[in-house]
């Protein structure tokens, strides 16, 4: 869970930019709630030194990366950077490939948590080449860094990165419009098997707050990120935040969905035109998002029997608590209906009668 700058800024990132942004984190309450990743994207780099060192851009950042990375650190925050498996980046900066050694070493040298790489300008290489040295480069250090890859999904990462990065990409870059919103959800969902505690799907970043949407399709959004586990990196500028866009990004219940390694990620179960259902399970309770896709207000339901936690039994009773809104629904059953708004959700935590029996004696 973090931030990144590229959703709002893209190439206009700036030293003082990153203060504001870490400061903003922790006078808002965000860091509190984990978003504690204070990405760089793109365009902080403008070259190499004689020797093959990346040099940050002096205009830019004038105090340079390690004294940026101390500020951040010393708000109990972590400080990521970006870089490209090809010879540039995609804004035509210096790439790392042949030079990921060097690059994974100035990285720790500065301090950096948090490595995104991206793939542009990559020569054709096959990325299973392209990907691991990066890898090796930033374990060799002895600096935990989470090395989140960006590869766009273009040669199915999740069917063989796992031993490679902690995060890769399943999709292209996501837009802060609707349509793009239901796009990924669809391209992400195929993998949603081969993710888990230490390498997850990465469906891209949230566009929450960022003007394309609505209140609706941005808690939608949010949402549905969250069960599918994706990591939750911030997009918008938080220094200047609406309030709605303040209360989708800190719904604790829904970030704690996500942050449960216990909860497996959520996958879509059930799919129409207008309608699709996920669902996410542990081993005493399912958690559903009922998901209206449509341009008007329908009523969905979720069927107790097509819940492992149920056992596929009939007319089981179960307790609903609504994680949005943070309140118990009550007890229903043999299923849960509710009626959702246009492009608006539902989710839920559903457990069966004898499980909340059990724990509340426990």
């Known amino acids: 869970m973090g931030w990144n700058s590229w959703n709002h800024y893209a190439c206009d990132v700036s030293e003082d930019l990153i203060k504001q942004t870490a400061d903003a984190l922790v006078w808002t309450g965000l860091a509190k709630l984990g978003y504690v990743y204070v990405n760089i994207d793109d365009c902080w780099q403008v070259s190499r ?12 950042f004038p ?18 950077l970006y870089s490209d498996a090809g010879n540039m980046t995609c804004q035509q900066r210096p790439g790392s490939l042949g030079y990921e050694t060097k690059d994974a070493n100035q990285y720790a040298a500065w301090g950096v948590d948090y490595l995104k790489y991206d793939n542009c300008f990559n020569g054709n290489i096959d990325p299973k080449l392209r990907y691991p040295p990066m890898r090796d480069a930033l374990n060799a250090t002895g600096r ?41 959800l669809s391209q992400n969902n195929v993998w949603a098997d081969y993710a888990g505690p230490g390498g997850w799907n990465d469906p891209d970043m949230l566009e929450v707050g960022n003007g394309g949407m609505t209140f609706n399709e941005y808690k939608s959004h949010f949402c549905l990120w969250s069960l599918i586990k994706a990591p ?5 500028d938080v220094t200047n935040m609406t309030q709605d866009t303040f209360t989708i990004l800190s719904k604790k219940e829904v970030i704690a969905v996500n942050q449960d390694v216990s909860i497996s990620v959520g996958r879509r179960v059930s ?6 259902i996920y669902v996410g399970e542990s081993s005493t309770a399912a958690y559903v998002i009922l998901f209206n896709k449509g341009d008007g207000t329908q009523t969905l339901k979720i069927d ?12 089981q009773t179960g307790y609903v608590r609504d994680l949005w809104e943070e309140k118990d629904l009550g007890q229903y059953k043999g299923s849960f209906s509710a009626s959702i708004p246009s492009h608006s959700v539902s989710f839920v935590k559903i457990q069966p009668l004898s499980v909340t029996k059990i724990i509340s004696i426990n």
């Not at 090395?147 to 490679?164: F, I, K, L, N, R």
């Not at 939750?232 to 918008?236: E, N, W």
């Open 49 to 60: 030194d004689q020797q093959g060192n990346i040099v940050a851009d002096p205009q830019r």
């Open 63 to 80: 105090s340079g990366m390690k004294a940026l990375a101390d500020y951040v650190h010393n708000l109990g925050l972590k400080f990521g």
């Open 144 to 184: 935990p860094i989470f090395y989140s890859m960006c590869e766009w999904g273009q040669e199915q990462p999740a069917t063989w990165a796992a031993d490679v990065a902690n995060s890769w990409r399943t999709t292209g870059d996501i837009s802060d419009h609707w349509l793009s919103v239901l796009e990924i």
């Open 232 to 236: 939750l990196i911030i997009g918008c």
């Open 271 to 276: 799919w129409s035109l207008n309608a699709d």
């Open 304 to 315: 107790f029997s097509t819940l492992k936690v149920f056992g596929g039994l009939e007319n």
